[in-house]
């Protein structure tokens, strides 16, 4: 089966743009997540949907972060405006149900914000 | 605030040998633990895990040790092979929160 897409690898902007990344689960997995991991820590979940339900955001920055998962499939995660600390690698991972399912991790995408 | 812990950051074994890879967690409520390894410019990929119910898990070249006294996992991985080399996280949940929460990672090098 095909794993996690996430589209673009890398990206570099300036502080104070926008961006938004995008994110295809596994096909029939039905639990997003979205994750933030900046250099030498661990990942750090950001939002968690079941279907196109938000079940968690409490750690997302909702004053310039935003994700949307339309129809229970895609998603997309936007920062706007970008600040320098939001540098980091932007994972999206998905489950076939909850949590306690195997997380499967798409590749990530690396942003640099000058 | 770090609920799980890997005091570690890097870790070299030999070819051959054992590598054990330590983690320590704070949260009680944490029920379901697990490792992933992770190569550069890839998105982590699940190892193996292990439930607060059992103390040890095996899976081939690798087991999870769960000390739930001592908030302490580990993993073994014999004999350690250069294609493990790697940066490996633990990661623990609390099944009733739902949510996942990642060490700082080892990385681990298997010099042949």
């Known amino acids: 089966e095909a794993g996690v897409a996430q589209s673009p690898r890398y990206k570099i902007i300036e502080k104070r743009q926008s961006v938004a990344f995008w994110c295809n689960p596994i096909?029939?997995?039905?639990?997003l997540y979205w994750y933030q991991q900046i250099l030498g820590q661990g990942p750090k979940l950001l939002i968690q949907f079941q279907n196109n339900g938000v079940v968690d955001d409490s750690q997302l920055p909702k004053d310039r972060f935003s994700a949307e998962r339309l129809k229970g499939v895609d998603s997309t995660l936007k920062i706007q405006p970008a600040k320098l600390e939001d540098s980091a690698v932007y994972l999206c991972?998905?489950?076939?149900?909850?949590?306690?399912?195997?997380?499967?991790f798409g590749p990530g995408t690396r942003l640099l914000v000058l | 605030d770090q609920q799980v812990k890997q005091n570690s950051p890097s870790l070299s074994v030999q070819e051959g040998r054992i590598s054990i890879l330590n983690c320590d967690y704070t949260?009680?409520?944490?029920?379901?633990f697990l490792w992933y390894k992770k190569y550069p410019a890839e998105g982590p990929t699940f190892l193996i895990s292990i439930s607060s119910i059992k103390d040890k898990n095996e899976d081939g070249r690798f087991t999870v040790f769960l000390n739930k006294s001592a908030k302490h996992l580990s993993l073994h991985i014999v004999p350690s092979q250069p294609g493990d080399s790697a940066v490996y996280f633990c990661?623990?949940?609390?099944?009733?929160?739902?949510?996942?929460?990642f060490g700082t990672g080892t990385r681990l090098t298997v010099i042949p």
């Open positions: 949260n009680s409520m944490f029920d379901y």
């Open positions: 990661a623990a949940e609390d099944s009733g929160a739902n949510n996942l929460f």
């Open positions: 991972a998905s489950s076939r149900s909850g949590v306690t399912e195997t997380q499967y």
């Open positions: 096909s029939g997995h039905a639990t």
